[in-house]
C-alpha cells in the first residue's frame, strides 16, 4: 500500500533537475508526497498541516547540496525537522532522589499498560532496582490475575487487594508496603479507559494526587490512527503526564501517533514495545522513528540487532564488507545464518531501507533459505569467495550438487549480484549519512532474494 | 432504548467530532466550492477515512453534485452520507449460521482490539436474543489469565467455557471445544484466539492451523470468521484485514470501541477495498455494548444532527 517516499519523489522529481536554490515550486510539489506519506502513516491531519508549513518555510530558498537532488534536499530537511520534533535526545525514567520512584501508567483499553507495567519491572530489576508492581486494575476481568502472571515471569512482587477496593486506596497502600519491604520503584498498573469517561478519568487524577508519581506515562498504541491526538491531549491535560510509551512497534504500521503525540503533549517518547515477550523492550529513538514513518528503513536498528547476535567485532567486518560490496558467498552464508538466528526475518528485512515498501509480498520461506544454503555449500570455496568465476559449466555442477534446478542457480547469483550492489549505495548511504547527505536508492532491494508469494 | 436510538447514543460520542466539523462547514451557506470539497476531505481524514479512500469519496462528491447541478453547499451533506453508506455495503449483513449444524465462530485479531470481550457479548446475544445454545473455546492459550477473562466472561453470559492449560496447543482447545459442544448439543462454539500481529508469519501459521482444525472436524467451519478492530486504529487497519484474510477466511468484521472519541472511519476504506462487511460494533465494555452493524444508520449516524 505504501510505497517509499523517496520513490515517489524520485518520481515526482524526474522533471526537476534543477541545482542551486530550492524554489517554491521544488519545495511544494515535494511536500505534497510529503503530507500524502505523513497521512498515510497516520500523523494527524492538523499535525501534518503544520509540520509541513515549518518544512515549506524552512526549505524554500536553501541551497541543494552539491551530491544531492531537490528531492533527496526536501527529504533531507523533512527528516531533520522530523528527528528534531520528535527530541533530540534519548529519554530515561525519571527517578526519585530518595526511593521509593513512583511510575504510573495510563492509556486506552488494549494498550498495553499491563505488559509494559512487567516489561519496565524486569528493566529495572535488571538495573539492580527492587521493583513492586501494583494491581490497581479492578475493573477489567481477570486483570490483577494478568498482572500475578506476569509479575511471577519476571520475578517481581505483585502488590493487589482484589477488585471490590478503590483503586485509589489500594495505590495508597502499595506505597506503605512498599516501604515496608523495601522496594524502592513502585509501578502502578491502571485500568484502560476513554478519556471522555470523566469518573474514570477522575479516578486518574486521584491515583496522582495521592502518589504524586514521579514519571506519569501514557501508553499508546502505535497503531493508532487520527485520535492519537485527543487521547494525548486529553491525558496530558487532564492529568500531566511525563513521558510515552508507544507500543506493538514491532507490528508494520507507520507509527505515526509518535509525531503527533510528541507535538501535542510536548512530552518525550521515552520507550517502545517491540513484542509480547517481558524483555521486548526499548529506549526510544527518534532518528528511526523519523525514518520509518517516513519509510526510508531503519539500518541503524538493522546494524545494532546484528551485532546482538554477531560478536561485535565480526559484525564491524561484516558491515565494512557489505558495505564496500566485498562480500562474497562464505560472508553471504554466514549472513544467513546469522539472520536465522536473529528471529523472524521479516523483521529484519523491514529495517532495510528500500526493502519497507516491497515487504508486504514478500514471504519469507525457511524452506527456500534452505535451498539458497544448498546451492552455497555446492560450490567450491574458491568459487564461494570469487563469485566472478562462476561461469556456465560451474553453475550446472552446482545445480546437480545441490539437487537445485539451475534457474535456481543462475537466480540466486543474479540477485547476490543485485544485493552487492545494493549494499554498496547503502555503504554510500551511510557515509552520506555521516556528513548530513541523503541517499537515492535502489528500487528492487533485498526482497527478490528471498522469494516472493 | 430503541435500537436506532441505542445505536445513536453509543455513536454520539464517536460522531460529535466529525459532525462539529462538517456542521461548521455546513451551517454558514456556501456556495459549493474548492474549498468546501477540501473541508469535507480533512473532516473525512480526521475520521481516519484514510487519505486514498477520503480523495475518492470527494472526486465522487464532486461528480455527483455537478451531474445533479447542485448550487448549495447544504446539499453536499446528504449526498456525502449516501455515498459513505454506499462504500459501506447495503443493508445489515447477518452472521452466517450453520442451519441445523453445529455453527464454529472464530474470533481473529490483532492484540487488545477487544476479540474476548466482543466474544463475552456476541455469546449473551445468541443466547438471549436468539435462543442459541453457545459454548466458548479458550483458545488463547498465550496471554497471561487470558483464560480467566474468558471464564469470567463466560459466567457473564451463561456459556459453558471450554479450556486447557495455560501454554497449550490452542488448535488442541478448538477441537476440544468441537467435542464439547457436540456433547452438550450446542448450536454455536465460539472460538477466541490469542491477539497477534499480521506480519508474524509463525502465529498467522499457528492461526491457520486452528482453522484447519476446527474445518477437518464441522464441515463448513469456521462458518463465520470475525475479524475484530479497534476503532481508534488508523490505517493499519487495512494491512490487519488484508494479512488475516490471506490466512482465515474472514466474512466478518466487529468494530470496537465506538464509544470513544475515534470515529473508526478506516472501514469505510476497508469495506470499499477489501469487500469484507462489517457485522457489529462494541459501544461499550458491558455484556449489552454490542449492536448490528447497519452501514445507512452508521452513516447517518456518523453525519446526523
Ligand atoms: N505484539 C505486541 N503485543 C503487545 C505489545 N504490548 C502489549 N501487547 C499485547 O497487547 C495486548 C494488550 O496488552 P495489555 O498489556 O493487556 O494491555 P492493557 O493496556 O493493560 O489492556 P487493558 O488492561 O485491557 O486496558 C496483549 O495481548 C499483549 O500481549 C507489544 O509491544 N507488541
Ligand atoms: N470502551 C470500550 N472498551 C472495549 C470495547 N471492547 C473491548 N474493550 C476493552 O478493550 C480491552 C481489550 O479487550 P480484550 O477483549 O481483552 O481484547 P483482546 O486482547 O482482543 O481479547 C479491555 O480492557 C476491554 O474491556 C468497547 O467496545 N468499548
Ligand atoms: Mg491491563
Ligand atoms: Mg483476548
Not at chain 2, 31 to 56: M, N, P, W, Y
Not at chain 2, 81 to 98: C, T
Amino acid at each position: 500500500m505504501f510505497e517509499s517516499l523517496q520513490e515517489r519523489l524520485q518520481e515526482a522529481f524526474k522533471r526537476l533537475r534543477g541545482k542551486g536554490k530550492l524554489t517554491e515550486s521544488d519545495v511544494n510539489e515535494a511536500l505534497r508526497e510529503v503530507r500524502l506519506a505523513l497521512l498515510e502513516a497516520d500523523v494527524n491531519f492538523r499535525v501534518v498541516k503544520s509540520f509541513v508549513n515549518r518544512v515549506k518555510e524552512r526549505a524554500i530558498g536553501q541551497e541543494v547540496l552539491e551530491t544531492l537532488n531537490p528531492a533527496q534536499m526536501v527529504i533531507k530537511i523533512v527528516y531533520e525537522e522530523l528527528v528534531a520534533l520528535m527530541g533530540g535526545e534519548n529519554v530515561g525514567l525519571n527517578m526519585a532522589d530518595r526511593p521509593p520512584t513512583i511510575i504510573m501508567l495510563c492509556g486506552l483499553q488494549g494498550a498495553g499498560k499491563t505488559t509494559h507495567a512487567a516489561k519496565l519491572a524486569l528493566k529495572l530489576k535488571k538495573e539492580g532496582k527492587k521493583p513492586l508492581l501494583v494491581a490497581a486494575d479492578v475493573y477489567r476481568p481477570a486483570a490483577i490475575k494478568q498482572l500475578e502472571v506476569l509479575g511471577s515471569q519476571v520475578g517481581v512482587p505483585v502488590y493487589s487487594e482484589g477488585d471490590q477496593v478503590s483503586p485509589v486506596d489500594i495505590a495508597a497502600r502499595a506505597v506503605e508496603h512498599a516501604a515496608q519491604e523495601r522496594r524502592d520503584v513502585i509501578i502502578v498498573d491502571t485500568a484502560g479507559r476513554l478519556t471522555i469517561d470523566d469518573e474514570l478519568m477522575a479516578e486518574l487524577q486521584q491515583i496522582k494526587e495521592r502518589l504524586k508519581p514521579h514519571d506519569t506515562l501514557l501508553v499508546l498504541d502505535a497503531m493508532i490512527g487520527q485520535d492519537a491526538v485527543t487521547t494525548a491531549e486529553h491525558f496530558h491535560g487532564k492529568l500531566g503526564i511525563d513521558g510515552v510509551i508507544l507500543t506493538k512497534l514491532d507490528g508494520d504500521t507507520r507509527g505515526g501517533a509518535a509525531l503527533s503525540v510528541r507535538e501535542v503533549t510536548g512530552r518525550p517518547i521515552k520507550f517502545v514495545g517491540v513484542g509480547e515477550k517481558l524483555d521486548a523492550l526499548e529506549p526510544f529513538h527518534p532518528d528511526r522513528m523519523a525514518s520509518r514513518i517516513l519509510g526510508m528503513g531503519d539500518v541503524l536498528t538493522l546494524i545494532e540487532k546484528a551485532q546482538e547476535q554477531v560478536d561485535r567485532k565480526q559484525a564491524e567486518e561484516m558491515a565494512k564488507k557489505m558495505l564496500k560490496a566485498q562480500f562474497d558467498f562464505e560472508d553471504f552464508l554466514e549472513q544467513l545464518r546469522a539472520l536465522q538466528r536473529m528471529g523472524p526475518l521479516q523483521d529484519i528485512l523491514k529495517m532495510l531501507p528500500g526493502v519497507g515498501a516491497q515487504l508486504k509480498d514478500i514471504n519469507v520461506d525457511e524452506k527456500e533459505l534452505k535451498h539458497v544454503e544448498a546451492i552455497i555449500l555446492s560450490m567450491t570455496p574458491k568459487e564461494r569467495r570469487n563469485p566472478d568465476i562462476i561461469n556456465v559449466r560451474r553453475r550446472e555442477r552446482i545445480a546437480r550438487g545441490s539437487g537445485r534446478p539451475i534457474a535456481e542457480v543462475h537466480r540466486l547469483i543474479k540477485q547476490f549480484e543485485q544485493a552487492r550492489k545494493m549494499m554498496k549505495q547503502l555503504g554510500g548511504m551511510e557515509k552520506m549519512m555521516k556528513r548530513g547527505k541523503m541517499p537515492r536508492l535502489p528500487g528492487g532491494g533485498f526482497g527478490g532474494l528471498f522469494g516472493r508469494r | 432504548m430503541a435500537f436506532f436510538d441505542r445505536l445513536k447514543a453509543g455513536l454520539q460520542k464517536t460522531k460529535e467530532a466529525l459532525i462539529g466539523q462538517v456542521n461548521t462547514v455546513m451551517s454558514v451557506f456556501r456556495k459549493i466550492d474548492d474549498e468546501l470539497f477540501d473541508e469535507l476531505e480533512e473532516a473525512l481524514i480526521l475520521g481516519d477515512v484514510g487519505v486514498t479512500t477520503s480523495t475518492r469519496l470527494v472526486e465522487e462528491l464532486r461528480r455527483r453534485a455537478r451531474q445533479r447541478g447542485l448550487k448549495n453547499g447544504n446539499e453536499l451533506l446528504p449526498l456525502l452520507k449516501e455515498l459513505v453508506a454506499e462504500r459501506l455495503g447495503d443493508g445489515i449483513a447477518p452472521l452466517n449460521l450453520n442451519e441445523g449444524g453445529l455453527t464454529v465462530i472464530l474470533v481473529v485479531g490483532v492484540n487488545g482490539v477487544g476479540k474476548t470481550t466482543t466474544i463475552g457479548k456476541l455469546a449473551r446475544h445468541l443466547q438471549e436474543d436468539r435462543g442459541l445454545k453457545v459454548i466458548l473455546a479458550a483458545a488463547d492459550t498465550f496471554r497471561a489469565a487470558a483464560i480467566d477473562q474468558l471464564k469470567v466472561w463466560g459466567e457473564r453470559a451463561g456459556a459453558e467455557v471450554v479450556a486447557g492449560p495455560e501454554g497449550s496447543d490452542p488448535a488442541a482447545v478448538a477441537f476440544d471445544g468441537v467435542k464439547v459442544a457436540r456433547e452438550r448439543g450446542a448450536d454455536v462454539l465460539i472460538v477466541d484466539t490469542a491477539g497477534r500481529l499480521h506480519n508474524k508469519a509463525h502465529l498467522m501459521d499457528e492461526l491457520g492451523k486452528i482453522a484447519r482444525v476446527l474445518g477437518r472436524e464441522v464441515p463448513g467451519a469456521p462458518h463465520e470468521t470475525l475479524l475484530v478492530l479497534d476503532a481508534t486504529t488508523g490505517q493499519n487497519a487495512l494491512q490487519q484485514t488484508k494479512l488475516f484474510r490471506e490466512t482465515v477466511p474472514v466474512t466478518g468484521i466487529a468494530l470496537t470501541k465506538l464509544d470513544g472519541t475515534a470515529k473508526g472511519g478506516v472501514v469505510v476504506a476497508i469495506t470499499d477495498t477489501e469487500q469484507v462487511p462489517v457485522k457489529f460494533i462494541g459501544v461499550g465494555e458491558r455484556l449489552d455494548d454490542l449492536q448490528p452493524f447497519d452501514p445507512k444508520q452508521f452513516a447517518e449516524a456518523l453525519f446526523a444532527e
